[in-house]
């Protein structure tokens, strides 16, 4: 079954330096894309980066990037230069295979908190 | 409107009410999701419509009846809830496609609590 999971239930780092949330998967499927998603305190699920099973380079958005590493898989996310407005949730999701849908399975999330 | 959006924001409810949850999504997509996000746990995915045809009812149980009349709206209809139903009720769309990353768009949630 597949399975994502997420090891760091809280994680703490102070403005403007970098900090690696880590997130493993689990699957039999070569194919397959993982996801990170931020959650404020709003609710809201924020779509952040995304990596497919097939992406030669790692992912990058902004001050995102997405450490792939499909031998180990695991798909950490790296946070540059913390603001406090990136205090939050964030949730590693990986999708299913295509087949006329997009199935996401989420991990239990890590609360990352920004000190100044 | 842009987005995802979902209303209520906050629904107080009993055991032996019934009410809606709306969601609506303003990006042309052609499909949509319900989730719930308990406390601790991570968010489960409990109904899926692809096109307007549900795709997925991931044992949800009965109380809870999705509707999608089309591809912009999305409901979920409540009737005899328990108390360990109360949680925050997600909302996505995405448009699926076979390549790309078809990532979801999340509207900001219905909290439900049930009394």
């Known amino acids: 079954a597949q399975k994502i999971t997420q090891t760091q239930p809280g994680m703490f780092v102070q403005e403007k330096e970098a900090v690696t949330l880590d997130c493993t998967y689990d699957t039999s499927d070569p194919s397959y894309g993982l996801f990170w998603y931020k959650q404020p305190s709003s609710g809201e699920m924020i779509f952040l980066i995304y990596q497919g099973s097939y992406d030669q380079q790692n992912a990058t958005e902004g001050r995102y990037s997405l450490n792939f590493q499909k031998a180990r898989k695991s798909a950490n996310l790296v946070i540059s230069a913390s603001q406090l407005g990136d205090s939050a949730m964030y949730f590693c999701?990986?999708?299913?295979?295509?087949?006329?849908?997009?199935?996401?399975?989420f991990g239990t999330g890590t609360r990352l908190q920004v000190f100044p | 409107e842009t987005g995802v959006t979902q209303t209520p924001r906050h629904l107080v409810m009993g055991m032996t009410n019934k009410k809606s949850l709306k969601c609506e999504q303003h990006?042309?997509?052609?499909?949509m999701y319900w989730y719930k996000q308990s406390a601790k746990k991570p968010l489960e995915l409990m109904f899926v419509?692809?096109?307007?045809?549900?795709?997925e009812n991931n044992s949800v149980p009965s109380r809870f009846s999705p509707e999608c009349p089309n591809s912009s709206h999305l409901f979920l209809h409540l009737h005899t809830l328990q108390p360990e139903d109360s949680a925050l009720y997600l909302c996505a769309s995405s448009q699926v496609a076979q390549e790309g990353s078809n990532e979801q768009f999340f509207g900001p949630g219905t909290r439900l609590t049930v009394l």
């Open positions: 990006l042309g997509h052609n499909a």
């Open positions: 999701a990986m999708r299913e295979p295509f087949y006329n849908t997009d199935k996401l399975i």
């Open positions: 419509y692809n096109f307007k045809e549900q795709t």
